[in-house]
């Protein structure tokens, strides 16, 4: 008798379990949408400083890369191919201040590195 009604409990909790579905509504202001739009439209035209650490065979730049991230973990690095060689860059910088700064540091351990100034369309000088 306990073995029904044990089963018939867990029968009907299994029913009660699978009626749980919902529809989650969010309300927006609509000026949220207008300015993350007006924010992205800003830094996509926005151009960066970088700093160029050095270039090379994609060996050459991956192990450049890897100590670069030991070395700086606060920026990020990536490889840039930019025919024929790979090119490591480090960090994305607002202002020339910022670049500088970064710059007078990384130029201590890495004295090829250049800072690449920002175009107009985005891209790198």
Same mark, same amino acid.
């Given at each position: 008798?306990?073995?029904?009604?044990?089963?018939?409990?867990?029968?009907?909790?299994?029913?009660?379990?699978?009626?749980?579905?919902?529809?989650?509504?969010?309300?927006?202001?609509?000026?949220?949408?207008?300015? %993350? #739009?007006?924010? &992205?439209?800003?830094?996509?035209?926005?151009?960066? /400083?970088?700093?160029? $650490?050095?270039?090379?065979?994609? +060996?050459?730049?991956?192990?450049?890369?890897?100590?670069?991230?030991?070395?700086?973990?606060?920026?990020?690095?990536?490889?840039?191919?930019?025919?024929?060689?790979?090119?490591?860059?480090?960090?994305?910088?607002?202002?020339? %201040? #910022?670049?500088? &700064?970064?710059?007078?540091?990384?130029?201590?351990? /890495?004295?090829?590195? $250049?800072?690449?100034?920002?175009? +107009?369309?985005?891209?790198?000088?």
């Amino acid at each position: 008798m306990r073995i029904a009604l044990f089963t018939l409990f867990i029968l009907l909790f299994h029913l009660c379990v699978q009626g749980q579905e919902g529809v989650v509504t969010i309300e927006q202001d609509p000026d949220i949408t207008k300015l %993350l #739009d007006i924010y &992205k439209k800003m830094n996509s035209n926005t151009g960066f /400083y970088t700093i160029q $650490i050095g270039f090379g065979s994609y +060996s050459d730049a991956s192990e450049l890369q890897s100590e670069v991230e030991i070395d700086f973990p606060q920026y990020s690095s990536k490889i840039i191919f930019d025919s024929p060689t790979y090119r490591v860059h480090l960090g994305r910088f607002k202002d020339k %201040l #910022d670049v500088e &700064k970064t710059y007078t540091e990384v130029r201590k351990k /890495y004295p090829e590195s $250049i800072v690449l100034k920002p175009l +107009s369309n985005g891209k790198q000088k």
